[in-house]
């Protein structure tokens, strides 16, 4: 199946003010793709391209083979758009604000009827169906929210901060709704819950201050070791016998009892290697704990390098 999103070299100026900068990549069919960055990184700006709103200021995104300046109209047919603060109409019922949103897609009569049917039984819509939206409660705005991106069979479905506001049931049952999208659309989905990304994509981009720092930091996590290290020992002894072995890339002080580390290295053999060393060295190990490096600590190392590169 041929791509559905392709960006190349992409960037958008704001005046003076660049949001994003010469960002390139791919999206295939079926992916839920995690769009992870701090606040002002771009990930707002970014959808708004992808999604037509804005035309880039350099590069080029086609959507399901459309040109998002060119042909911004079929653009806008292929792609189902949760916004971060999606609007409801509070006058409006369920099913009515449902049709509303058919029609301005290009759906009328009984075809728009079938499509506000088939989105309010997927997002279980059935008890509010007949409900002004003002009395909705957070989850049920949400879903009614994603109802509205998915009428119409969307080619790629884009969801920003979708869990925003949301209590942990309903974080959870939106989770699970997303999962389900991904067997008849392609997804990408911008938030701040490292946990929640993690869950939930196959694939996980990160941006900072505009730039693609990578298009899968799940390639990543779990590819590093963390290690939970108690010592008897000078402490710069310490730092010094673990800088001077092979895949160590950190060693940070734990506050509490005085020989606790956090180190983390490439992978799993640096692990023996560090103790033979420590021991050899003089240093007493009374314990080392392993973990797999996981999404937060991926997200951490690529930010802060990105940083240090900058200053």
Same mark, same amino acid.
């Given at each position: 199946?041929?791509t559905v999103v392709s960006?190349q070299?992409?960037?958008k100026w704001?005046?003076?003010?660049r949001a994003?900068a010469? +960002?390139?990549f791919a !999206?295939?069919p079926g992916e839920? !793709?995690?769009?992870?960055g701090p606040? *002002?990184?771009g990930?707002?700006?970014?959808f708004r391209?992808?999604?037509?709103?804005?035309?880039?200021?350099?590069?080029s995104?086609?959507?399901?083979?459309?040109d +998002?300046?060119?042909?911004?109209?079929?653009v806008?047919?292929?792609?189902?758009y949760?916004?971060e603060?999606?609007?409801?109409?509070?006058?409006?019922?369920v099913?009515e604000?449902?049709?509303?949103?058919?029609n301005?897609?290009?759906l009328?009569?009984?075809e728009?009827?079938r499509?506000?049917a088939?989105?309010a039984?997927?997002l279980?819509?059935?008890e509010?169906f007949?409900?002004?939206?003002r009395k909705?409660?957070?989850?049920?705005?949400?879903r009614?929210?994603?109802?509205?991106?998915?009428?119409?069979?969307p080619?790629? !479905?884009?969801l920003?901060e979708p869990t925003?506001?949301?209590?942990?049931?309903?974080?959870?049952?939106? &989770?699970?709704?997303? &999962?389900?999208?991904?067997e008849r659309?392609?997804v990408?989905?911008?938030?701040h819950?490292?946990?929640e990304?993690?869950?939930?994509?196959?694939?996980?981009?990160?941006?900072?201050?505009?730039?693609l720092?990578t298009?899968?930091?799940?390639?990543g996590?779990?590819? *590093?070791?963390r290690?939970?290290?108690?010592?008897?020992g000078?402490?710069?002894t310490v730092?010094?016998?673990c800088?001077?072995v092979?895949?160590?890339?950190?060693v940070?002080?734990l506050?509490?009892?005085?020989g606790?580390?956090?180190?983390?290295?490439d992978?799993?053999?640096?692990?023996p290697?560090? +103790?033979a060393?420590?021991v050899a *060295?003089?240093i007493a190990? &009374?314990?080392? +704990?392993? *973990?797999?490096t996981d999404?937060?600590q991926?997200?951490?190392d690529?930010t802060q390098?990105?940083?240090?590169?900058?200053?």
């Open positions: 199946m041929a960006a070299n992409v960037t704001y005046g003076p003010r994003v010469d +960002v390139s !999206i295939e839920i !793709i995690g769009l992870l606040n *002002g990184s990930k707002s700006t970014l391209m992808l999604c037509g709103y804005l035309a880039p200021s350099a590069g995104i086609s959507v399901a083979g459309h +998002v300046v060119t042909d911004s109209l079929a806008r047919q292929a792609i189902g949760l916004p603060h999606a609007p409801l109409y509070d006058h409006m019922r099913g604000f449902l049709n509303f949103m058919a301005i897609k290009g009328s009569g009984a728009a009827r499509a506000v088939a989105a039984e997927r279980a819509l059935g509010v007949r409900l002004p939206t909705l409660s957070r989850g049920y705005r949400q009614v929210s994603i109802a509205q991106a998915i009428l119409g069979e080619t790629l !479905i884009v920003d925003s506001g949301l209590d942990p049931h309903q974080v959870i049952g939106v &989770r699970e709704l997303i &999962r389900s999208l991904a659309h392609t990408i989905l911008a938030s819950g490292l946990a990304i993690e869950k939930i994509a196959s694939r996980v981009m990160i941006l900072l201050d505009g730039r720092l298009g899968d930091a799940l390639a996590a779990g590819e *590093g070791l290690l939970g290290l108690r010592v008897i000078d402490d710069a730092r010094r016998v800088a001077g092979p895949g160590i890339r950190s940070a002080a506050g509490g009892e005085a606790t580390y956090l180190v983390e290295t992978g799993p053999a640096a692990a290697a560090l +103790v060393a420590l *060295g003089g190990v &009374r314990e080392l +704990v392993e *973990g797999a999404l937060e991926v997200f951490l690529l390098r990105a940083r240090k590169a900058v200053a």
